[in-house]
């Protein structure tokens, strides 16, 4: 399995994912871009291929910009926008746009190259442009704001839904193979099989 490491960081600490190359010691490919993200990789002499992001809240595309300005490749399900991020009703932050280069929609297969390739999923509820991305070759997801550990993802913020996150956790993310592991944008990671025994939304379901 190839090496994953995780940064975390900006106003509420926010999981950045590293994945490195197994072909390329200095090149990474990132699922989110907490702010502080950008200059930890120039420290350690990495560079980002790709930026994969889960969804645009402001806390999970901090360094976007900066990483797409220092040669990543943006990948997200919709455009560049302040309401995604949240900054157009009113919170007081200053995220510097960025340009999508690639965007992918639900149940799309993403290869980049032979070594990194996703399965899309639309997982709205949180966020309405949020999307999840499975690596089946590695047995992991990356879940961002939807699955949390032993929770959800809020669902007061605009364009949430309980019952669209709910709905679709179930649809996509539950329905995967036990051993998978979930790595969320906020706290500890754990496994599919672990949630639908535990998890207090899903358990009554499985």
């Not at 997200?76 to 340009?99: C, M, R, V, W």
């Not at 709205?124 to 999840?132: K, N, Q, S």
């Not at 500890?188 to 949630?195: L, R, V």
Request: hydrophobic letters at 35%; proline letters at 4%.
């Amino acid at each position: 399995m190839s090496k994953l490491d995780i940064y975390t960081g900006g106003p509420v600490e926010t999981h950045g994912y590293i994945l490195h190359s197994e072909q390329n010691s200095s090149e990474v490919l990132v699922i989110d871009a907490p702010e502080g993200i950008a200059d930890h990789l120039k420290k350690q002499g990495l560079k980002a291929k790709f930026l994969l992001i889960t969804h645009q809240h402001y806390d999970h595309v901090g360094d976007a910009a900066k990483l797409q300005e220092a040669g990543a490749e943006i990948i997200s399900y919709q455009d560049y926008s302040k309401q995604l991020t949240l900054e157009a009703y009113g919170l007081p932050f200053n995220i510097k746009a960025f340009k999508v280069d690639q965007l992918v929609t639900d149940k799309e297969v993403v290869t980049l190259t032979n070594e990194w390739s996703f399965a899309v999923a639309w997982v709205p509820g949180h966020a309405t442009d949020h999307i999840t991305f499975y690596q089946q070759a590695q047995d992991r997801i990356f879940c961002g704001d939807t699955l949390f550990t032993g929770s959800i993802g809020r669902t007061d913020l605009p364009g949430g839904s309980h019952e669209q996150l709910t709905s679709k956790i179930s649809e996509h993310i539950l329905i995967l193979p036990s051993e998978t592991v979930t790595y969320p944008g906020h706290g500890p990671s754990s496994t599919i099989a672990q949630e639908t025994a535990s998890n207090p939304y899903f358990k009554e379901s499985f």
